[in-house]
Structure formats: structure tokens, C-alpha cells
């Protein structure tokens, strides 16, 4: 298996290498997003690393921080 790479991702492409037994990058997205919410502390921290609410990807920092938080890609599904 190759090693899982910390670096900036799109969110749907992040959110599809964590869930790839979604039906499509855009439900892997929002399931992603429901766990995030979850944790309103988390998400806080998560969106301090953002330089916009509004950014389609995660930057390395915050990728970091969802590695930590959730565990690397494809270790759910």
C-alpha cells in the first residue's frame, strides 16, 4: 500500500481518498463535512487554517489536522 501523502488536496478529492465507497466525490464531500460538524471546536480549528470559508481545498495544514483527527484516507471504508 502506498503511503498516504500530506500536502493540499481538493476537498472532494480528500474527501473521496477517505470515503471511496461513496457513490461520487460530491457524497464522500459531505459526509466529510457531517463528521467535521460534529466537532464545532474542531471545525473552528479546521477553518482558522483556511484562507477562505470559501476554498475548494484543504491545504497541507489543514490536512495535516484531518489525518490527525480521523486517521489517514481509505482507513473507514
Do not use: T
Request: charged share 30%; aromatic share 12%.
Amino acid at each position: 500500500m502506498q503511503m498516504f501523502k500530506i500536502k493540499a488536496y481538493g476537498k472532494s478529492e480528500f474527501a473521496f481518498m477517505m470515503f471511496p465507497k461513496s457513490r461520487d466525490p460530491k457524497a464522500a464531500q459531505d459526509k466529510l463535512l457531517r463528521w467535521i460538524k460534529k466537532s464545532p471546536r474542531f471545525h473552528k480549528r479546521l477553518l482558522r487554517l483556511a484562507c477562505s470559508v470559501n476554498d475548494n481545498i484543504y491545504s497541507k495544514e489543514q490536512v495535516r489536522l484531518l489525518v490527525e483527527h480521523f486517521g489517514e484516507p481509505g482507513e473507514y471504508e
